[in-house]
């Protein structure tokens, strides 16, 4: 169909790949080395058309699944970094290019990461003497800034600036993810880069996290909050998200793949889901760390489908219930993230923030995706 996750590919590219799954009897638990590699044959071949053609969307597509949900493995992390360069060059090369900006960390710990890259979009035509407002997109669990890219294009057309990055304990984030202040000291850079462009209008910042991202979304929506206009957390998470019940059943719901486990190797455990579930509540909670009791938060829009098996519609009542009020749509019926209706629900948000005119419809229409095979 070509949804999330498998955007800017083609179904012949995958066709291999899975008769070779198929017939090797690939089955949980993966060994991820075996896993990721099955996918590199086709990742090659198309990488070496690219390298022709000057384009490199369908090789990193591949290389995307092979890293899935995850770079757990040597190989893994190998697929991410090819998946990541061949997007790289596809995106600069694209009718409104797209750049890759590294900063320095300079708010990180000895210990951390010393940059922080990511994707950095400004539409044609921008200048310092006409600045334009600004969307940051923070990315989840398993989709990393080569997947969120396919927002770019929508906003660019509507004259609007995209940064596109990952979330502490995937992709290339500097953060440590086992340390619950991390986040604010990444956050923190970020803003301060931002605050120094003078392209962007800094009246007019936003923030869509999706998945995952929505927790960390709700979590700067308070610690940052004089920094953005408004905050979108789609499907996220705060408190019943680390439940050692919830997480026992998440394995067997809604997630294609492991997800209790991949949120213990996110958040820095490695393959120690006992610690994890055991501790992770207590750790990370918004609501055992006092975040959402805080008086002051950014105008925040809570959306999500309500039958949520990644994360309980429940954590956004805990939201609710506690300090500044918030704004929320829960999406009827649908599950994880509520789409594609909340997708119309945050442009048409967005764009009311933003003070501009848009149509969600036209807008949806830019994102590489097929209804049939």
């Known amino acids: 169909m070509g949804i999330y996750p498998f955007m800017f590919a083609k179904y012949e590219d995958f066709e291999p790949n899975v008769v070779e ?53 040597p190989k893994q992390r190998h697929a991410w970094h090819e998946g990541k360069n061949a997007a790289t060059r596809g995106l600069a090369l694209r009718e409104r290019p797209t750049k890759e900006v590294t900063i320095p960390h300079k708010h990180g ?31 989840g669990l398993d989709g990393y800034r080569t997947e969120l890219a396919v927002w770019i294009e929508g906003w660019s057309l509507q004259n609007v600036s995209v940064i596109v990055l990952e979330i502490p304990g995937t ?76 997480l026992a059943q998440v394995n067997d719901l809604e997630y294609p793949f492991d997800l209790a486990n991949t949120l213990a190797y996110k958040w820095g455990y490695g393959d120690d889901l006992a610690t994890f579930s055991k501790e992770a509540m207590g750790k990370f909670s918004l609501v055992n760390d006092g975040t959402l009791d ?12 309500t039958e949520d098996e990644i994360f309980p519609i429940d954590d956004y009542y805990e939201c609710l219930l506690r300090g500044a009020p918030k704004e929320v749509r829960f999406i009827q019926g649908k599950k994880h993230m509520g789409e594609p209706d909340s997708f119309h629900v945050i442009l048409r948000w967005i764009y009311a923030l933003f003070g501009m005119e848009g149509n969600p419809v036209e807008q949806l229409k830019t994102i590489p995706s097929r209804p049939k095979y």
């Open 21 to 73: 799954l198929v017939k090797g009897g690939y089955k949980e638990p993966y060994d991820w080395d075996a896993y990721a590699q099955v996918y590199f044959p086709k990742a090659e071949e198309l990488g070496a058309e690219a390298e022709q053609a000057d384009k490199g969307g369908r090789a990193s597509a591949v290389d995307r699944i092979s890293r899935f949900p995850a770079p757990r493995s």
């Open 109 to 139: 710990l000895e210990h951390e990461g010393k940059q922080i890259p990511f994707y950095y979009h400004l539409p044609p035509g921008t200048t310092k003497d006409k600045p334009v407002p600004l969307v940051i997109i923070l990315t």
């Open 171 to 246: 992709g290339d984030s500097p953060a440590d993810p086992k340390d619950p202040t991390s986040p604010e000291r990444q956050w923190s850079t970020l803003f301060d880069w931002i605050d120094a462009q003078p392209e962007i209008d800094q009246g007019r910042v936003a923030l869509w996290a999706f998945s995952t991202g929505g927790y960390y979304a709700i979590r700067l929506a308070h610690t940052h909050h004089i920094r953005l206009a408004g905050v979108v957390p789609l499907g996220g998470g705060c408190h019943h998200m680390f439940d050692p019940r919830w």
């Open 294 to 305: 805080g008086p002051r938060c950014a105008r925040l829009l809570l959306v999500n489908g």
